[in-house]
């Protein structure tokens, strides 16, 4: 069955668990999806994990478009979100409106992501409004960690707990469907879960939340430049990749790939007739 807002709305109420993965090409997006996940995230962290930058700022909508077009092509029932890059929503409300239309008509997105607390709640209203679904970002964000003093777990003070305690109810009043909670400490994420009526998405935010999503790189381990310490392997799929590279480089060099099995065949009489 395809996974919705409406699906996510209905686990929230039921106090079933949400699962949530990244995903950025076709061929991965459709493994994802037959595992059986609710939703695949096309984050910007593509823009490490993929690209090679050593955060997500320089990621453009362009980038964004392109990967999830692929994902989409690739994924039959998940719910297909697609992340908002750096500056595609904060230079206006209109500007906001047009990018969250470009990954929905372009990139065949099903929602957008954006992050941010009370300062976006404006640019949700107004991509709400145009019909497209929201799930917020709160917590660490990513496209602020410049502000934020680097990758630093968020609402350890009762001043930040309370701060964003505010965010969350702020972008559930603004419309959106659902919030991710990144870099929280367990039992604030889940005292903020216990407090909104729409579906929190953990990620190093603890058990409380209505759901968690991991970058699929990280937990089957592929990317390998540096591990969150929230991150659980559930597969050294890496590991399997080089042994396998170091397999076909030795086949090669002793001759014992390619074999007759893989070979194409002609006719000895053509091959007697050449020159």
Known sequence: MKNTVL??????????????????????????????????????????????????????????????????????????????????????????????????????????????????????????????????????????????????????SLESAKALIEDALAVQEAGAFAVVLECVPAALAEKISSMLDIPTIGIGAGPGCDGQVLVYQDMLGVYKDFTPKFVRKFANVGEVMTQGIKAYIDAVADGSFPEEKHCFKISEDIIDKLY
């Open 7 to 156: 699906t996510f709305k209905e686990a929230k109420q039921k106090g079933e668990k949400l699962t949530m993965l990244t995903a950025y090409d076709y061929s991965t997006a459709k493994l994802v999806d037959e595992a059986g996940v609710n939703s695949i995230l096309v984050g910007d962290s593509l823009g490490m994990v993929m690209l090679g930058y050593e955060d997500t700022l320089s990621v453009t909508m362009e980038d964004m478009i392109h990967h999830t077009a692929a994902v989409a092509r690739g994924t039959k029932n998940a719910l297909v979100v697609g992340d908002m890059p750096f500056l595609s929503y904060n230079t206006g409300i209109r500007d906001a409106v047009i990018n969250a239309g470009r990954l929905m008509s372009e990139g065949r997105a099903n929602c957008v992501k954006l992050e941010g607390g009370k300062e976006v709640c404006d640019v949700i209203r107004a991509i709400t409004d145009a019909k497209i679904p929201v799930c917020a970002h709160i917590g660490l964000t990513p496209q602020a960690v410049n502000a934020l003093g680097g990758f630093k777990v968020q609402g350890k």
